[in-house]
């Protein structure tokens, strides 16, 4: 896609914001993950400035994301939108642990130990699988990890990521989740601003540019109207927001 001129920042604005690989650097390991505590004021300011229209839209749980981000506690999207916590605090899709994937988490189990540099992440409603410490095992994983969802049926499939395969249910991406936010307070009215470094992005980006928003793409894993170069680029522009005055208000 066309890059379209970097529009300034607005106060009219609502953020949609990935984690890995967007706002930090991607990790070896999904555990390894930190977030410091400059990025966290910044992302105090930031909420504070567009009056709490900021959204975290991750794969990662909930429960995950709050212990990253604490003591900010953000409206946010999880397991690619499968769960979500309204700026109200009210949660849609309740996490738990999904016993039908229990013979899924089995056989991963036996898989990952089988591949050294592999790593099991289970998320209660979703299983993935990260092999960046063995990417020579891509394609071995994949097989498997399709002979594993077949038999739980149409119910799920599996979402591609940077270095992961993640078993999900099916009907959840980031782009459905981004929508429902833009129905509620305070994200509703605003121009949406999606930023992500991934395929599980897309539908974020489709969705913002539907409702003639921005999409902002991280790296050269995924296209969007605009681009930043990495995680540090990200926070450079979100000082920019913080900074914003009541005459940058669109």
């Not at 709050?66 to 946010?76: I, N």
């Not at 013979?103 to 979703?126: F, I, M, Q, Y």
Request: aromatic share 6%; hydrophobic share 45%.
């Amino acid at each position: 896609m066309m890059q379209i001129r970097k529009p300034s920042p607005a106060l009219d604005w609502c953020l949609f914001l990935d984690v890995d690989g967007t706002l930090v650097e991607l990790a070896d390991s999904p555990l390894e993950t930190f977030v410091d505590d400059e990025l966290k004021e910044i992302l105090r300011q930031v909420v504070e400035r567009l009056g709490g229209a900021v959204a975290l839209v991750s794969g990662r749980s909930l429960q995950y994301l709050d212990s990253l981000f604490a003591p900010l506690r953000l409206p946010a999207a999880g397991l690619h939108g499968v769960v979500r916590r309204k700026a109200s605090g009210a949660i849609h899709g309740a996490s738990f642990v999904d016993t039908r994937l229990d013979s899924a988490r089995v056989a991963l189990a036996e898989l990952v130990r089988a591949h050294p540099g592999t790593s099991l992440e289970d998320k209660g409603r979703t299983l993935a699988i990260h092999y960046r410490m063995a990417p020579q095992f891509e394609s071995e994983l994949r097989a498997a990890l399709t002979a594993i969802t077949q038999p739980l049926g149409s119910q799920y499939h599996i979402q591609d990521g940077n270095m992961v395969l993640e078993i999900k249910p099916r009907g959840f991406d980031k782009g459905s989740a981004v929508g429902a936010f833009l129905q509620e307070p305070p994200f509703s009215g605003r121009t949406p601003v999606f930023v992500g470094d991934d395929l599980t992005d897309e539908g974020g980006f489709r969705m913002v540019e539907s409702h003639g928003g921005i999409s902002i793409a991280v790296g050269n894993r995924v296209r969007a109207q605009q681009h930043f170069e990495n995680p540090a680029a990200v926070r450079a522009w979100l000082r920019s927001i913080a900074a914003l005055d009541d005459a940058h208000r669109a």
